[in-house]
């Protein structure tokens, strides 16, 4: 059934002052729990991946370790056994930081989670191709630096361009001009096809972002290529620490902008929380029973019973999600299917000749009476006649 949302502010559901204080005490946690963990896991991933080794960042229980560990339940942190790892950063990071108490936060937590691996792999969709020109580019312009010569810009766009298919794995790749210098064109075939051979076996092929989008994380091989995808930004990274310290031996000691500056930011290995209030994901199930355990009332599993005011903003339909960041509430409904819908999926289905198209062109008499055997037609008029 289609989704679509609805916000408005959290005090406007009428829920009751015990919910919305424990509301108030785990949106606290949630959003430090988060701080922490975003961290982590950045301090963890750049570390392994300095050693040769690449961590499943792309695994939600992955994800879990780096939140959970950050926090204490009943008074005492648990250490991270399964991953030492993680538990270095966070003795690194938050040894002497004051505790923070994670009790009934872990519902929140596999939400924050799963809203992670989607965030990393949205991260690579969005980038990976754009890192692949910025590679390009930095060769262009060290190569300028050192022949003193500047290329023309459409034939730099055609250069971009097509190495970036070529190591995208795209079928039809744009000529290059014969304005481009012999040197540079074999230096970057020599790149491009070194990587497309270090991470083919993972990443065969990736033409369009929706490649990346497309993949699932939970199956392997969507975990395979997207690991490969994410292996490929970080050497592209390394790339750019090399064109730096190169091109800033090249530039004049009285230029005015540094290396770092002309070649512009960085990609971040993960996503990054910011110091906003996340907004907490709260589920009908498990979610709703830690708030109720939490606040020490009756456990429900409707957001109907918990927020009595939640009807006035459902439109005739079901709400099965919730957000908020303890001000702002933002509620997810599902559409109820009606009987003009059915109608309207009836005849697509007829036009388009599927399974029910048959039965929607002709109608069968009504049949009445439930006696078996006795079946009566609701005859009109004119067959009465």
Request: proline share 5%; net charge positive; hydrophobic share 35%.
């Amino acid at each position: 059934m289609p989704e679509f949302t609805v916000k408005c502010s959290l005090a406007r559901l009428g829920a009751r002052p015990e919910v919305r204080t424990e509301i108030d005490k785990q949106v606290a946690a949630h959003h430090a729990l988060a701080l922490r963990g975003f961290h982590v896991a950045t301090h963890t991933v750049l570390r392994e991946l300095n050693t040769g080794s690449t961590p499943h960042v792309f695994d939600q229980t992955w994800w879990n370790r780096c939140f959970n560990c950050c926090g204490t339940l009943n008074g005492r942190r648990n250490a991270c056994t399964k991953d030492a790892s993680i538990e270095r950063s966070i003795l690194e990071l938050f040894g002497s930081a004051p505790p923070i108490k994670s009790d009934n936060v872990w519902p929140f937590i596999n939400e924050l989670s799963k809203n992670a691996v989607t965030m990393t792999q949205n991260m690579m969709g969005a980038n990976f191709h754009a890192q692949l020109e910025k590679v390009v580019r930095r060769e262009i312009i060290i190569h300028e630096w050192t022949t003193n010569k500047d290329l023309e810009k459409e034939v730099r766009w055609k250069l971009v361009q097509h190495f970036v298919k070529f190591a995208a794995g795209h079928q039809n790749m744009l000529a290059l001009p014969s304005e481009v210098p012999l040197d540079l064109v074999s230096q970057l075939q020599a790149l491009m096809t070194t990587w497309k051979r270090k991470y083919g076996q993972k990443v065969a092929s990736c033409p369009t972002e929706a490649f990346i989008y497309n993949q699932h994380p939970r199956k392997a091989a969507g975990s395979r290529y997207l690991e490969g995808i994410w292996e490929w930004m970080y050497a592209m990274q390394e790339h750019r620490a090399a064109c730096i310290q190169h091109l800033q031996q090249l530039l004049p000691p009285s230029h005015e902008k540094t290396a770092q500056c002309i070649f512009g930011k960085s990609a971040h290995p993960l996503p990054m929380t910011s110091f906003n209030v996340p907004h907490m994901a709260i589920s009908a199930d498990n979610g709703l029973q830690s708030l109720c355990r939490g606040a020490n009332i009756p456990i429900v599993k409707d957001f109907y019973a918990t927020f009595p005011n939640l009807r006035k903003f459902d439109r005739g339909c079901k709400c099965h999600y919730l957000r908020t960041d303890g001000v702002s509430a933002c509620l997810v409904m599902k559409r109820a299917p009606t009987r003009k819908r059915k109608r309207e999926a009836a005849k697509e289905n007829a036009a388009n000749g599927g399974p029910d198209s048959s039965s929607s062109t002709t109608c069968a008499p009504k049949v009445r009476g439930n006696r078996p055997g006795k079946a009566r037609h609701d005859w009109t008029s004119e067959q009465r006649g």
